[in-house]
């Protein structure tokens, strides 16, 4: 009953709103947002807060949000209140939302639900996530074309298939420029720790690494390798100012375009569950400009930027070969989303081991 | 050379761990137990951060640090003290304060361009090869560390005040009796044990990683109560134990990178892993615990009136 209302107070809202050239109020749609993190914490949960202002500003209608909720026990309370104070749509923006997020939606069958990197869904459930592999890919292509010594370094947080596909991505991106690349591969085994961050980049540089990736949040590697001299990738933020001779570039989070295109669904009424894995064409993901590096491979990866948008290259395209020399992509074979989206292999060149719990 | 490099970081590593433990055992072994070092290591770091940040001087920061913490130690020393609140509760409290505190007073300061320490080199001493580098070429915080646990070695075991301190810790009614004055002592050594978390964080936020963030404490305060039970509260132990897990969490990191195949969680949880080991060998010999374990640890004194 609710949502007939709701899809006739949108409709009706924007037609009015049509009449007034689109820039009148959808007073009836309120999207709300459940942050792990602070809404400055300078990386992950900030750039779902940017883009949740920037949906604020752009479609005009109210948005709510709550920071810092453990993803545990609380989250679920927290989801809920969201629910009921009036929410039409709330996105959740953390892996471990994911139960507590399909607990609360089973309850309130009229309000939509959108879940961060999430793999499961419901009627009124949908799941979003980026392709951040795509910027990491270009990284690698920039990271084998600068590198001296051959050898890049990678913090890595948790061996997910989210970090392992990453580090993959990298590799390959490299591998293609410098077949001879080896990527070393660390395990912070910590999405924000700045001190172990930084001991993880130290051991990485003096072991010969001259080019720096991380999957980790914090900048505290991009601040170690602008001391020692070598260059890095910032990572969901831009991390220019933690290294401005030292940054090449950075994978942003852009989920604005996303929320967007979502809330005008639910006011127009055509919102459907479905799991959305969008990347650098849809502006979800961006690069942060190009910097520190010579023109030509400055020009290297804008081309690879363009040809990964058009859909000319796909970063996981064979051949491929495993870490142990076993083929895992025919020549011309690309690796389906499922697979992806499951992966636990590391690639040939790199150099490290998937912790296993064995 | 690798040998060198990576003692580096565990110099960089261990010196908070060792300043924090430190300052718990002083306040142990005066018979408070402030389970909040993490909470004032976190308000040191962002005192020193701001202070820092604000002057453009490490040192004027770390001077913050160290009163950040000592001023946050006295809310502990007020409600367990005066007010005989429980002291374990008291310290998760102010863990959690401290946490929520220090992310609200560094909201601003995020992303914030850090003042690093120098490091201030000793001469003559700091040519020496290997040597040199590692222990005369240092911040001031690792100076201070090693100061410190000698000071506070020497003032426990072979001065009177320190003699009064410890008999407060292990008896506070004998030591009423003698008219002592137990809570002002404990307010004493409350203090320095904040003054010792606040300097802890601020070389998080000055020398391991001189930037703000929130929590950058991440556990360390943690470990640094486990050392002072590591060390069965005696302070050269501290040095030793903040130096053996400094090594055990950079050495897993360098084990990684050189490809040695150990699962990194394992590696990770190594130093955790390793204090229950010495806590269970320790517990073996009921007679070793009892000789140093702070008799009056974690009891309330309320003095008759």
């Known amino acids: ?345 590391l690639v040939e060149g790199v150099d490290g081991t998937i912790p296993s719990s064995e | 050379m690798i040998v060198e490099a990576i003692l580096l970081t565990v110099i960089t590593a261990s010196t908070p761990l060792v300043l924090a433990a430190i300052g718990e055992l002083v306040c142990e072994r005066a018979g408070v137990l402030n389970l909040g070092v993490e909470g004032m290591m976190v308000m040191g770091a962002v005192g020193a951060f701001a202070a820092a940040h604000a002057t453009g001087s490490p040192y004027l920061g770390m001077l913050a640090g160290l009163a950040t913490g000592a001023i946050f130690s006295l809310l502990f020393g007020f409600l367990t003290l005066t007010l005989v609140a429980n002291q374990v509760a008291t310290g998760l409290a102010l863990t959690i304060l401290g946490q929520g505190l220090s992310a609200m007073i560094g909201e601003s300061l995020v992303g914030r361009a850090g003042v690093k320490m120098p490091s201030f080199d000793i001469p003559l001493l700091s040519d020496i090869p290997f040597i040199g580098p590692l222990l005369f070429d240092q911040d001031l915080f690792f100076y201070l560390s090693i100061a410190i646990v000698a000071g506070t070695s020497w003032f426990l075991f072979r001065t009177r005040k320190g003699l009064v301190l410890r008999a407060v810790g292990d008896s506070h009614a004998s030591a009423h009796a003698l008219g002592i004055n137990v809570i002002g002592i404990r307010y004493l050594a409350v203090m320095f044990g904040g003054a010792c978390a606040g300097l802890a964080g601020a070389q998080l936020s000055l020398v391991y990683t001189p930037q703000w963030t929130e929590n950058m404490a991440a556990g360390r305060g943690w470990i640094a109560l486990a050392l002072v039970v590591f060390a069965s509260w005696r302070p050269w132990g501290v040095l030793l134990g903040g130096y053996l897990f400094g090594a055990v969490t950079i050495g897993q990191l360098h084990a990684q990178a050189f490809g040695i195949a150990i699962p990194s969680q394992f590696l990770s949880a190594l130093p955790y892993v390793v204090t229950i080991l010495v806590l269970v060998i320790i517990s073996q010999n009921r007679r070793m615990t009892l000789i140093n374990t702070p008799a009056a640890l974690g009891k309330p004194f309320v003095p008759d009136r």
């Open chain 1, 1 to 345: 009953m609710k949502s007939l209302k709701l899809t006739l107070a949108a409709s009706a809202a924007a037609i009015a709103g049509f009449a007034a050239s689109g820039a009148s109020a959808q007073e009836d749609v309120k999207a709300c947002f459940v942050y792990v993190g602070s809404a400055t914490d300078g990386g992950w949960t900030q750039a779902h807060d940017i883009a949740r202002q920037e949906l604020e500003d752009t479609l005009g209608i109210e948005t709510a949000y709550i920071e810092n909720v453990p993803e545990g026990p609380d989250a679920e309370r927290a989801i809920e209140r969201m629910a009921r104070s009036g929410c039409t749509i709330v996105f959740t923006t953390s892996f471990g939302f994911m139960e507590p997020t399909l607990k609360v939606a089973a309850k309130y069958p009229d309000v939509k639900f959108e879940h961060a990197t999430g793999f499961k869904t419901a009627d009124n459930v949908a799941t979003y996530n980026s392709r951040f592999y795509e910027g990491r890919y270009i990284s690698g292509v920039i990271a084998g074309s600068i590198s001296e010594s051959g050898i890049g370094g990678y913090i890595g947080s948790f061996p997910i298939p989210e970090v392992v596909m990453g580090i993959d991505a990298f590799q390959l991106g490299a591998q293609s420029v410098n077949p001879d690349f080896t990527t070393k591969v660390v395990w912070a085994n910590t999405w924000f720790d700045p001190g172990r961050e930084a001991d993880a980049a130290k051991a990485l540089i003096d072991q010969g690494v001259d080019v720096l990736a991380q999957h980790t949040d914090t900048t505290a590697p991009m601040q170690i390798a602008a001391e020692r001299g070598i260059k890095a990738f910032g990572q969901a933020s831009d991390m220019i100012e933690a290294g401005p001779e030292t940054q090449l570039t950075a994978i942003l989070d852009t989920w604005a375009p996303y929320y967007i295109k979502r809330v005008k669904a639910v006011q127009d009424g055509s919102w459907t569950s479905e799991q959305s894995w969008d990347g650098l064409k849809d502006g979800i993901l961006s690069m942060a400009p190009y910097t520190n590096m010579p023109d030509d491979v400055k020009a290297l990866a804008e081309e690879t930027e363009a040809k990964i948008i058009s859909g000319e290259l796909k970063p996981f395209t064979g051949p491929v070969t495993l870490q142990d020399g076993t083929p895992w992509l025919a020549e011309g074979e690309t690796a389906d989303d499922g697979t992806l989206l499951g992966l636990n292999v």
